[in-house]
C-alpha cells in the first residue's frame, strides 16, 4: 500500500511542480557554476547505494572542500541561488523522481552519506536499515536547524555530529519503524509542510507522547 501511494503521490506531485522546476532549471543553468541537478552517492535501504537527485546548489567540488558532506551554517560553498532553494527545500523537488522509481518513499528516514551513516550506533543502525530512506520524515523535522546547531557549538563538525547528532537520529529513526503507519506518514507530511510554509516550532512531544528527547535537538525546536 505504502509503494502504491508513493507512485501515486510523487506522480501527482512531479505533474504540480514541473512547471517551477522548469523556471529553476533555466535560472541555474544560466547562474552560478551552470549545473542544474546534483547527483550524491547515499546508502538505502539494506545498505544499497543509489544518487539522490537534488537540485543544485553548492560547488561542484564541495565534497572535497571545507567541512566535506557535512554543511554548515553560512557554507560559502553554498551557491547564492542555493541558499534560497535550501531554505524552501525547493532543491528536494527531484527527489520525486527517486520516488517514483522506487529509491525512496514519501517518508522515511533521510538517506545519509556513508561518511555520516557509519556515525551512527552499529546496533541501531542494524534496526533500521531496512527501511525504505524518504523525502521527508519524523527526523528531517527535528532536525531541520542541524546546520545552524553544528555552527553554534563551536566544535568540530565531525566530532559534534558524531557525538550528538548521529546517535540521536538513529533513535528518532527506530522510533519511526516502531511507530509506522499510514496515519503517522499523513501527519509527518503535514507537518513538514507546515514548517516549511511557517517555520513554526512545534511541541512534537504533544503530537507524539513517546518520541525520543535530547538536550539539544529538544522536541520543541
Same mark, same amino acid.
Given at each position: 500500500?505504502? %509503494?502504491?501511494?508513493?507512485?501515486?503521490?510523487?506522480?501527482?506531485?512531479?505533474?504540480?511542480?514541473?512547471?517551477?522546476?522548469?523556471?529553476?532549471?533555466? @535560472?541555474? %543553468?544560466?547562474?552560478?557554476?551552470?549545473?542544474?541537478?546534483?547527483?550524491?552517492?547515499?546508502?538505502? %535501504?539494506?545498505?544499497?547505494?543509489?544518487?539522490?537527485?537534488?537540485?543544485?546548489?553548492?560547488?561542484?567540488?564541495?565534497?572535497?572542500?571545507?567541512?566535506?558532506? #557535512?554543511?554548515?551554517?553560512?557554507?560559502?560553498?553554498?551557491?547564492?541561488?542555493?541558499?534560497?532553494?535550501?531554505?524552501?527545500?525547493?532543491?528536494?523537488?527531484?527527489?520525486?523522481?527517486?520516488?517514483?522509481?522506487?529509491?525512496?518513499?514519501?517518508?522515511?528516514?533521510?538517506?545519509?552519506?556513508?561518511?555520516?551513516?557509519?556515525?551512527?550506533?552499529?546496533?541501531?543502525?542494524?534496526? @533500521?536499515?531496512?527501511?525504505?530512506?524518504?523525502?521527508?520524515?519524523?527526523?528531517?523535522?527535528?532536525?531541520?536547524?542541524?546546520?545552524?546547531?553544528?555552527?553554534?557549538?563551536?566544535?568540530?563538525?565531525?566530532?559534534?555530529?558524531?557525538?550528538?547528532?548521529?546517535?540521536?537520529?538513529?533513535?528518532?529513526?527506530?522510533?519511526?519503524?516502531?511507530?509506522?503507519?499510514?496515519?503517522?506518514?499523513?501527519?509527518? #507530511?503535514?507537518?513538514?509542510?507546515?514548517?516549511?510554509?511557517?517555520?513554526?516550532?512545534?511541541?512534537?512531544?504533544?503530537?507524539?507522547?513517546?518520541?525520543?528527547?535530547?538536550?539539544?535537538?529538544?522536541?520543541?525546536?
Amino acid at each position: 500500500m505504502k %509503494r502504491i501511494f508513493d507512485c501515486i503521490l510523487s506522480s501527482l506531485a512531479l505533474l504540480v511542480f514541473c512547471p517551477i522546476g522548469f523556471v529553476l532549471a533555466v @535560472i541555474l %543553468r544560466f547562474t552560478g557554476e551552470g549545473e542544474i541537478f546534483y547527483r550524491q552517492k547515499r546508502v538505502g %535501504r539494506n545498505g544499497k547505494p543509489f544518487g539522490v537527485l537534488k537540485f543544485a546548489t553548492m560547488l561542484k567540488d564541495s565534497p572535497n572542500l571545507g567541512t566535506g558532506t #557535512i554543511t554548515k551554517k553560512g557554507d560559502s560553498r553554498v551557491l547564492p541561488l542555493g541558499k534560497f532553494l535550501r531554505k524552501t527545500k525547493l532543491n528536494e523537488i527531484p527527489q520525486l523522481w527517486n520516488i517514483f522509481i522506487g529509491d525512496m518513499s514519501i517518508v522515511g528516514p533521510r538517506p545519509l552519506t556513508k561518511e555520516t551513516r557509519d556515525y551512527i550506533p552499529a546496533e541501531i543502525l542494524d534496526e @533500521i536499515q531496512d527501511v525504505q530512506p524518504g523525502l521527508t520524515g519524523i527526523g528531517s523535522i527535528i532536525f531541520r536547524d542541524e546546520e545552524t546547531i553544528i555552527h553554534e557549538s563551536g566544535e568540530d563538525y565531525h566530532e559534534f555530529y558524531r557525538r550528538e547528532i548521529a546517535p540521536f537520529k538513529g533513535e528518532v529513526e527506530l522510533w519511526y519503524k516502531k511507530n509506522r503507519s499510514f496515519f503517522i506518514d499523513l501527519k509527518i #507530511i503535514f507537518l513538514t509542510a507546515w514548517v516549511v510554509i511557517f517555520s513554526d516550532r512545534l511541541r512534537l512531544d504533544s503530537l507524539f507522547s513517546d518520541i525520543p528527547r535530547h538536550p539539544i535537538f529538544n522536541p520543541e525546536h
